[in-house]
């Protein structure tokens, strides 16, 4: 027999995608914001989905080449043809054919029509694999151009000078998460290079970009600083999702040093009611 909770989880489940994206209606919203503090199962859920969509949203979108592009028009145009109704008589000369009657045919019932999706899904599926294939494994070299402005400079100055395009090389969004998801990877990480991440985390206009920051400074935790400036950086945040995902780190990390920022969030006027219920749990488990 199903207990009230699970009962209740299980029918808040199919809502949290919408709740993360954002566009449940407001009473939806409330009541999944009310369930989220007392439910670890469905906080799991919603931190999984929020970490989807950021990556998501980081990926650019690859422009297929000319060769398949190409390719895909001239088989969809071929497949069109094909379904063109067999028996259409000569149209005629004296009646222009723009003036003739449209027909619509349904794309679930034609077995020709379901070949035609088939090849489309096909011809998108490849160019995701040849997307994913360059980044997995060989990455964006325009990228890792941007990491490379000098061997005698340290690693901070890098950073710091490819993040803010000062070292002439143009950074998009995309370009300083990887570059702060990077930070973390190199053996010479230090107090400087923290800064560095603070200053994204605090200043960054892109929220995506602070929430890459605070995921690295999460990777360096046990370096001085790391999670004093998590709390900190508190009261400066706007984002709710930079926010939460600060609350759950100075949770996490046991900085007990947040909760005067916790509080504060707790009763802000214009955070969230999700921010400021994750905000006053958060308290109690520092407490």
């Known amino acids: 027999m199903k207990t009230p909770e699970f009962s209740i989880c299980h029918e808040l489940e199919a809502l949290l ?12 919203a409330e009541r999944v914001a009310a369930h989220l503090p007392n439910c670890p199962s469905c906080q799991l859920q919603v931190t999984q989905l929020r970490a989807l969509s950021d990556d998501l949203d980081a990926a650019l979108p690859e422009v297929p080449r000319t060769a398949l592009r190409a390719n895909f028009m001239a088989m969809l145009e071929q497949q069109k043809q094909l379904l063109k109704p067999e028996a259409t008589a000569t149209p005629s000369p004296t009646v222009p054919e723009a003036k003739s009657e449209a027909k619509v ?5 034609t077995g020709l029509a379901s070949n035609w999706l088939r090849v489309a899904a096909s011809i998108v599926l490849i160019a995701s694999g040849v997307f994913l294939g360059r980044n997995l494994h060989w990455g964006n070299p325009g990228n890792a151009n941007l990491a490379a402005t000098g061997p005698e400079k340290p690693a901070h100055v890098e950073l710091a000078q ?9 950074v998009s969004a995309s370009d300083r998460i990887q570059l702060v998801t990077n930070s973390t990877k190199a053996p010479d990480a230090n107090d400087a290079t923290v800064q560095v991440l603070l200053n994204t985390l605090n200043f960054d206009p892109n929220p995506n970009v602070r929430l890459a920051a605070c995921e690295a400074l999460y990777r360096l935790r046990d370096a001085p600083g ?15 999702n930079v926010q939460i995902a600060l609350i759950d780190m100075v949770v996490s990390l046991r900085v007990h040093r947040a909760v005067p920022q916790l509080q504060r969030l707790a009763k802000k006027p214009d955070a969230l009611p999700v921010v400021r219920a994750q905000a006053e749990a958060g308290i109690g ?3």
């Open 17 to 28: 995608p919408a709740y993360v994206e954002r566009s449940l209606p407001a009473a939806e």
């Open 105 to 109: 045919v349904s794309m679930w019932s």
């Open 162 to 170: 490819a993040l803010s395009g000062s070292n002439g090389h143009a």
């Open 226 to 240: 790391v999670r004093e400036g998590l709390a900190n950086s508190l009261p400066i945040q706007t984002d709710p």
């Open 285 to 287: 488990k520092l407490i």
